[in-house]
């Protein structure tokens, strides 16, 4: 069953792991994190993003924390996943670059999250079960998710996909009640769910938001929970119109 990990830094050589974020400045975080396990177990990484923005935030977080893998981080253009007759596949420099390390590389990259709406959610989560599905393996790698990009109804079944198709995850440490509320759906998918977000994802259920069959088992937000969640994730958004609107 997929484990929790709080940092990045300790996911192991041979996992395919989750990480979720709210915001580029956190995606940088993580993505730094990641690169310093890379070197701490002496493997080869690689991060690619489409984005010159991100590659600038992701250079920036990895100078301050893994300066020897500044070089790891490069601007691959277009989506880094491709339309082929068998579905979504890497594309040829991720697989090049793993290929021609079996010992075991660190590696991610970042375009799925620019991609992910309702459309191509169920391309995403077959994807992401085909490359669990090449396991076991060496390598060392990172499927960044941003929260806020879920369409909220198909949050819950997205969520038990993408932690099934997964051996670990690192959740976001975003402050958000929004982002807070929406992470007590991956709990009950997970080896070691912490005891305080157990305790809220109980009182949400007791309030009506979240449901449960008895016994415990797959979580479901329910329409009270939908509307809950739309509203919490619509407040930071909301702030910063209200603060640009005072500033003008």
């Not at 979504?88 to 010992?103: C, I, K, Q, S, W």
């Not at 396991?135 to 060392?140: A, G, V």
């Not at 109980?202 to 016994?215: P, W």
């Amino acid at each position: 069953m997929t484990q929790l990990v709080r940092r990045h830094e300790d996911l192991p050589a041979g996992s395919h792991s989750l990480s979720l974020y709210a915001s580029p400045v956190e995606a940088a975080r993580n993505i730094a994190g990641f690169l310093k396990g890379a070197d701490e177990l002496g493997q080869k990484a690689l991060v690619w993003t489409s984005s010159e923005k991100m590659q600038d935030l992701y250079r920036a977080e990895v100078a301050r924390r893994a300066p020897d893998l500044m070089d790891a981080v490069r601007r691959l253009p277009g989506p880094h996943v491709g339309s082929t007759p068998a579905g979504l596949r890497p594309v040829h420099e991720v697989m090049d670059f793993a290929t021609a390390n079996p010992g075991g590389v660190t590696l991610c990259g970042d375009t799925i999250p620019t991609i992910l709406n309702r459309r191509s959610l169920p391309s995403i989560l077959a994807y992401e079960d085909w490359f669990d599905g090449l396991r076991p393996f060496q390598h060392r790698g990172l499927c960044p998710y941003d929260l806020t990009r879920f369409p909220i109804d198909q949050a819950p079944d997205a969520f038990r996909r993408l932690i099934g198709a997964h051996t670990h995850a690192v959740l976001s440490n975003d402050p958000s009640p929004g982002i807070r509320f929406l992470q007590l759906l991956v709990l009950p998918h997970v080896e070691n769910p912490p005891e305080e977000n157990l305790r809220w994802l109980t009182h949400a259920i007791d309030y009506g938001l979240i449901e449960q069959q008895r016994g415990g088992g797959p979580v479901d937000l329910t329409p009270r929970g939908r509307d809950f969640a739309r509203a919490l994730l619509a407040l930071p958004a909301y702030a910063r119109a209200a603060r640009d609107a005072a500033a003008r």
